[in-house]
Nanobody, 123 residues
């Protein structure tokens, strides 16, 4: 599967952004989808994940209550809705995927990665 994320940009603290991730050349509906981010000088971290059915989601405490992951299997697209953005959310955001049979839980082993999209939040 090929992934293409977009929707990044420069926003102010408190603003919202929605990042779509379009998938091609694969069976999107059978993949666990995840969003990761990496800020300069920091390790890459998962910020959201959603199961292939959409019935399970995961968020770390740093974004819980502010970020929402969703998917539209009919459109082969996953979304990351980010509200109340903070300067510490500034990072390159990556859309990722792996087959659902790889299980749910840790997300260190995502098989497919799209090119990142830059999100910059000014204070």
């Amino acid at each position: 599967v090929q992934l293409q994320a977009c929707g990044g940009g420069l926003v102010q603290a408190g603003d919202s952004l929605r990042l779509p991730c379009a998938a091609t050349a694969g069976t999107f509906s059978s993949y666990t989808m995840g969003w990761f981010r990496q800020a300069p000088g920091k390790t890459r971290e998962v910020v959201a994940a959603i199961s292939w059915t959409g019935g399970l989601t995961y968020y770390p405490d740093s974004v819980k209550g502010r970020f929402t992951i969703s998917r539209d299997n009919a459109k082969n697209t996953a979304y990351l809705q980010m509200n109340n953005l903070k300067p510490e959310d500034t990072a390159v955001y990556y859309c990722t995927a792996r087959p659902h049979y790889r299980g749910w839980g840790t997300f260190s082993g995502m098989d497919y990665w799209g090119k990142g999209t830059q999100v910059t939040v000014s204070s």
